[in-house]
């Protein structure tokens, strides 16, 4: 994954208030509400349970940069976010990191970060921060559930405790990067620019879903100041009319060729869109036409650009090395091209997903128990590697539970009827814990061949329905409170053994040692 676009969090553009932009805006490590460019970010507390706060030491950071959590805790396989959300909802992800050496190491430490179970990006911040700016990293993502994770997570080159400084989780239009199946796809920000502008970034208010357009200037393009404004509700990514009032431009009859992103990309596929406008006063005479390609392939083979704007967009657009894009003036056309303003986004492939009633038992299992693993939050397989503690899930399109092993964890609280619906299960180990309450009743989970509930609490009696488990091979109920003998069903069982407490046992032949 390439190093994604950053900024120096220091100047916004301010302009004329309006209602706040829908969704979380999280000023992560600080326990107040703060005001940047008329949002509030709150505290993230209620929205993680894990890791430490601290202060960074420093003058003249903004008030999102002043503050941070993070994680120590080596054991933990992730560490989420989780927000209440619409189903079947589109947001935008933005994270914003600033080391400030909080760790006194003054090294930037190299993590994953997760978006619900697909793996996002690296996040390396070691160059930014050695020219003294922050580091953001977006992306655009579909929310099926009602749920939304955003994750951090160590990896293979992580020798500290990640970190995050604030965290936004925007609200978007439905119409909004509707080219891609976000049921599939999750768009990662590579760059977004208004051009001819050598000023500050755009964002809210002007954009009203606080995307950040950068300034992007080049000496080698003449330079147009637009004279109209465009209505953003007329483009289905809903721009700020703001990234259309400079652009570049070339006179009548000649390419403009522009090199953006000004970095090499790897090849994959891309979302693209470029913006365009004439920048004359309306009129009936001002429009201008041309082609636009990129890399020598079409992009859109005739563009008549008005006063009122045009977007043209590809939601798999293939991309490798440098990207360099071609506005050719069609015959014709009073003026030469123009353009104002662009974003790319790397399409990333959803990793998967988790059986949705596995998903439901293990949050039952999560409320119903005390101190469960503190990586117990986002989703419980994916990616793979970080599975919740004690969760081992299979490969397959729809990713199942096949294991859960939470022996020792020092467990207090109940098993929920509703963890017999892990029908995929093979393995359930919650011995030397302090469980108590019945033991609900398994036959749905008919892959089962390892139960143990020894040493816990459990009462009542033993439940006949285990004997319905046509693959169980080892049953381990020993020292708990369980009343009466292990039903007879089960003790006709062959191949079966049975570990159970000297009260509970009745002569037969095929139990193993209590």
């Known amino acids: 994954m390439l190093p994604f676009f950053f900024f120096l969090l220091l100047t916004f553009s301010i302009s004329q208030a309006l209602p706040p932009p829908r969704g979380f805006y999280l000023n992560c490590g600080s326990p107040y509400t703060t005001k940047l460019n008329e949002i509030n970010y709150t505290s993230d507390r209620g929205f993680i349970n894990v890791g430490n706060t601290t202060a960074i030491k420093q003058k003249d950071l ?59 990006s690296v996040v390396n911040t070691s160059e930014d921060y050695s020219k003294g700016q922050s580091s953001y990293y977006e992306i655009v993502v579909g929310v099926p559930g009602r749920t939304l994770s955003v994750c951090l997570a160590k990896n293979a080159k992580t020798l500290s405790s990640p970190f995050i400084s604030a ?6 239009e439905d119409t909004m990067y509707n080219s891609t199946d976000l049921g599939l796809y999750k768009l990662s920000l590579i760059a977004r620019n208004s051009f001819g502008v050598d000023g500050d970034m755009i964002s809210y208010p002007d954009d009203q879903y606080n995307r950040l357009w950068q300034p992007f200037s080049d000496k080698k393009h003449q330079t147009v100041t637009s004279q109209s404004s465009v209505n953003p509700l007329d483009f289905w990514n809903i721009p700020p009319a703001k990234a259309f009032m400079e652009g570049f431009t070339v006179t009548k009859g000649k390419a403009l060729e522009l090199q953006w992103p000004p970095f090499p990309l790897p090849a994959t596929k891309y979302y693209i869109a470029l913006y365009f406008q004439d920048d004359r006063s309306p009129s009936p005479l001002s429009w201008r036409a041309f082609g636009a390609s990129i890399n020598g392939a079409t992009f ?37 091209a123009v353009i104002n303003a662009g974003e790319v986004f790397q399409v990333i492939p959803i990793g998967g997903a988790t059986n949705i009633s596995d998903v439901t038992a293990l949050e039952d299992l999560l409320e119903s128990i005390d101190e469960p693993p503190v990586d117990w ?85 033993i439940p006949e329905s285990l004997a319905q488990l046509p693959n169980l091979r080892i049953l381990s109920i020993k020292n708990n409170k369980l009343q009466g003998t292990i039903p007879s069903a089960l003790l006709q069982r062959k191949g079966l053994t049975i570990q159970a407490s000297p009260e509970n046992m009745a002569s037969t032949n095929n139990t193993g040692p209590s």
Request: proline share 8%; net charge positive; charged share 15%.
């Open 62 to 120: 903004l008030p999102i940069l002043s503050t941070l959590r993070y994680f120590p805790d080596k054991s933990s396989r992730k560490h989420c976010y989780n927000f209440p959300v619409a189903k079947n909802s589109k947001y935008l992800i933005r994270t914003t990191y600033y080391y400030g050496n909080f760790d006194g190491k003054n090294s930037p430490p190299v993590f994953d970060q997760i978006i619900g179970g697909t793996k996002w």
């Open 167 to 172: 965290l936004d989780v925007q609200s978007l």
């Open 377 to 461: 939050s986002g989703d419980p397989c994916l990616p793979l590697p970080n599975s919740w503690t004690g969760v081992t899930c299979s490969k397959e399109k729809i990713n199942k539970v096949i294991s859960l092993n939470l022996t020792n964890r020092g467990l207090a609280g109940s098993l929920p009827p509703s963890i017999s619906n892990m029908t995929a299960l093979k393995d359930l180990w919650l011995g030397k814990n302090k469980l108590t309450g019945p033991i609900p009743d398994l036959s749905p989970m008919t892959r089962l061949e390892t139960l143990h509930l020894e040493d816990n609490q459990f009462n009542g009696s």
């Open 300 to 336: 859109s083979r005739k563009l008549n650009v008005s006063t009122n704007g045009v977007m043209v967009y590809s939601g798999q657009w293939p991309l490798s090395g440098q990207t360099t894009i071609t506005l050719t003036t069609a015959k014709g056309s009073p003026m030469g």
